[in-house]
Nanobody, 126 residues
Framework: QVQLVESGGGLVQAGGSLTLSCAASARPFSRFAMGWFRQAPGKEREFVGGMDWSGGPYYADSVKGRFTISRDNAKNTANLQMNTLKPEDTAVYYC????????????????????WGQGTQVTVSS
């Protein structure tokens, strides 16, 4: 069983930055693709970004150029650096792990991920 724990959420003003971290118990961590999703109130969970061992990173158009995904395989962590935040970025952010062999094709799909964290709230005030 893989456990994922997000941290780093909070309240920030528009234009500000936050970095989310995801600590994973996966072994070996390097074999898992890691993705970030978010869910705003009343909306469906949506893909934010992801990366695996052979390709990516991949980003949703809405965050491209503002968000950056990174991972540290030695520390079993994945990070989401969020810059130039907008009120519409307000959501609960989830990290997820995928063992898919077709990640480069299905990275944006919720069903591609086997394991999920509990989520961390990000609120961007205008």
């Amino acid at each position: 069983q893989v456990q994922l724990v997000e941290s780093g959420g909070g309240l920030v003003q528009a234009g500000g930055s936050l970095t989310l971290s995801c600590a994973a118990s996966a072994r070996p961590f390097s074999r898992f693709a890691m993705g970030w999703f978010r869910q705003a109130p009343g909306k469906e969970r949506e893909f934010v970004g992801g990366m695996d061992w052979s390709g990516g990173p991949y980003y949703a158009d809405s965050v491209k150029g503002r968000f950056t995904i990174s991972r540290d395989n030695a520390k079993n962590t994945a990070n989401l650096q969020m810059n130039t935040l907008k009120p519409e970025d307000t959501a609960v952010y989830y990290c997820a792990a995928s063992y898919s062999h077709y990640y480069h094709l299905n990275y944006y799909q919720i069903g591609a991920y086997e394991y999920w964290g509990q989520g961390t709230q990000v609120t961007v005030s205008s």
